[in-house]
């Protein structure tokens, strides 16, 4: 298996609708990241768990809700979004939150998320 | 907060070497790193150098770290069509907690034939 799983991969979803992205890790890390894909726009940082607690919210409006219910998942539900969240929605772990010896996250292969 | 810059894209014929540059602002940087992301895929770590070291060499790779001017820049040598793929610059700095990667927005590389 892959260390770093997302599913979907694809979503469409009307504005006014509820879904919920999914990232699995099998890696034996305790922490666990969303970022935000967006084309020319710097890779952001939305979401920060460590050891199931949410450690980072980087003013991330309340139409995303992330919830980690154990080291190993990660979910991030998505409400009433608008057009302007479409983009990639990546998932990454890491051994901890300080990254071990060099801080190197790994990755999800991204949920591309389209908002009509 | 802090900041990390790079162009957009790059197009190098293949065989010929590449170097994509990097600046940042954060000047409590401890790790830099440069990140793949090939076609449909997410991020993976290519390689990464330490603040207190100025060069770094693995392979076809050549890091390069001028910490006075917060540049950093990644050179491929003999660059081969499946070095295709965005390429992102981080960095690591001790503000926020630790582990708090700041990336820019990636370089596009287009290798012709």
């Known amino acids: 298996e892959t260390g770093v799983t997302q599913t979907p991969r694809h979503l469409v979803m009307g504005m006014t609708n509820k879904k919920s992205l999914k990232c699995e890790q099998h890696?034996?890390?305790?922490?666990m990241y969303w970022y935000k894909q967006s084309a020319k726009k710097p890779l952001e940082l939305m979401f920060v768990y460590n050891f199931k607690e949410q450690t980072e919210n980087n003013s991330v409006p309340s139409r995303f809700s992330p919830e980690c219910p154990n080291s190993s998942h990660l979910f991030l539900h998505l409400h009433t979004l608008q057009p302007e969240d479409s983009a990639l929605y990546l998932c990454?772990?890491?051994?901890?939150?300080?990254?071990?010896?060099?801080?190197?996250?790994?990755f999800g292969e991204g949920s591309r998320l389209t908002v009509l | 907060g802090e900041d990390v810059e790079q162009s957009l894209f790059l197009s190098v014929r293949e065989g010929d070497s590449s170097v994509i540059n990097c600046t940042y602002t954060d000047s409590s940087s401890t790790y830099l790193y440069w990140y793949k992301q090939e076609p449909g895929a997410g991020l993976q770590l290519l390689t990464y150098i330490f603040s207190n070291m100025d060069m770094k060499q693995d392979q076809r790779l050549t890091v390069l770290l001028n910490k006075k001017d917060k540049h950093l820049s990644l050179r491929i040598a003999d660059t081969q069509t499946g070095d295709s793929a965005i390429y992102f610059c981080?960095?690591?700095?001790?503000?926020?907690?630790?582990?708090?990667?700041?990336f820019g927005t990636g370089t596009q590389l287009k290798v012709e034939l």
């Open positions: 990454a772990s890491s051994q901890d939150q300080v990254g071990g010896r060099t801080g190197e996250l790994f």
């Open positions: 981080a960095e690591r700095g001790l503000t926020g907690g630790g582990n708090k990667l700041t």
């Open positions: 890696l034996g890390h305790n922490a």
